[in-house]
């Protein structure tokens, strides 16, 4: 019998493993607080999309949002830090994870703290089969 599986382990999960060998704080989900840098792992718009229902298989194309976040102290600086955080991210996708547009830079503050970041558009497939 094959071993259960689940999105947070096996989809989430994996793209952490795989954005942990980054010079980041990975998180798999939204934290209280984030210490830069950073990747995040959301859900993307729209977050899943039914690609095959059939009986025991069900099998959906996953869409997230990685969000790689720098400290923002100077606007030349933290942005440098940013596209080469970018860059790291995209060198660790793992196979199997498709990554389209990456968003323009913007600022936002968490707590007290100033952040530049960009929201890259990941995406893989997932089958669920029940036995």
Known sequence: ???PTTIATNVRGTLATALA?????VYSSVPEAVIPPACLIIPGAPYLESTLISGSVTKVKINFTVTAAVAYNSNAGSLDNLEQLIISILG???????????DRPAITSVGASNLLVADLNVSTYYTQQTI
């Not at 060998?21 to 704080?25: E, L, P, T």
């Not at 660790?92 to 990456?102: H, R």
Request: charge should be neutral.
């Open 1 to 3: 019998m094959p071993t």
């Open 21 to 25: 060998s980054v010079a980041a704080s």
């Open 92 to 102: 660790a996708m793992p196979s199997g994870y498709v990554v389209g547009n990456v």
